[in-house]
């Protein structure tokens, strides 16, 4: 039976090649992320696994093929995206921190140049007010912050709250909804698929976080 990778095409494979190499790479990053400090109940291995999850469902809608270079370095983009936690569990500057972490890292790998200027973009992008510059910076953006338009938006609220709590920064109920509604109302999806995916639940989300407010008037 023949597959998308049995004809010879120099950009398949190199996506194949990068696929292999994300599958060396993933179980070292995942390992260092499941030694996080427990504290560290948001940005940990179960958010960097959902950020790679959303990240391969937002490059397909988008029309990127896992035969596609782009979706391998997404893919390596969005499990590198946090891994400045390794070096400072504080989350302070950990996009940069984690550029650095992953231009050292994927260097000693031997992946192209280019290949490596691109994954340090996406993960520098992810910075809070994200600022992504091409559709491959998008998805990772979009795919951070994918529980914004899911079901489990206020599950994933409480553990990023008691994340924020271990390191001293404390809110009432009121200003911590008031925080997410703030940040819901001014945030938008930067590629057409996660605006088609997303916006619907994230407006109910929107809705849900105006009558918790309410009734804490």
Not at 27 to 55: F, G, Q
Not at 59 to 75: H, N, T
Not at 92 to 97: N, R
Request: aromatic residues 10%; positive net charge.
């Amino acid at each position: 039976m023949r597959t998308q990778w049995d004809s010879y095409n120099p950009n398949q494979n190199r996506a194949l090649g990068l696929m292999r190499e994300y599958d060396r790479l993933e179980p070292y990053i995942m390992n260092k992320l499941e030694r996080l400090p427990k504290s560290l109940k948001y940005h940990n291995a179960e958010h960097t696994k959902d950020v790679i999850n959303s990240s391969g469902k937002i490059a397909l809608v988008e029309g990127i093929k896992m035969w596609d270079v782009r979706y391998w370095l997404v893919k390596i983009g969005a499990l590198l995206h946090d891994t400045g936690y390794i070096l400072q569990p504080s989350g302070k500057d950990h996009e940069e921190l984690g550029a650095d972490f992953a231009r050292r890292l994927l260097g000693n790998f031997g992946y192209e140049h280019y290949d490596i200027i691109n994954i340090l973009r996406m993960i520098r992008a992810t910075k809070l007010p994200q600022n992504p510059r091409t559709i491959l910076e998008g998805i990772v953006c979009d795919a951070d912050l994918d529980n914004l338009g899911r079901a489990d938006f206020f599950k994933r609220g409480k553990l990023l709250r008691e994340e924020l709590e271990s390191l001293g920064i404390k809110n009432s109920d009121k200003e911590w909804y008031q925080r997410n509604l703030k940040f819901l109302e001014n945030h938008g999806y930067h590629t057409k698929a996660a605006r088609y995916l997303r916006n619907g639940k994230k407006k109910e989300n929107v809705e849900q976080l105006k009558g918790i407010i309410a009734s804490l008037e």
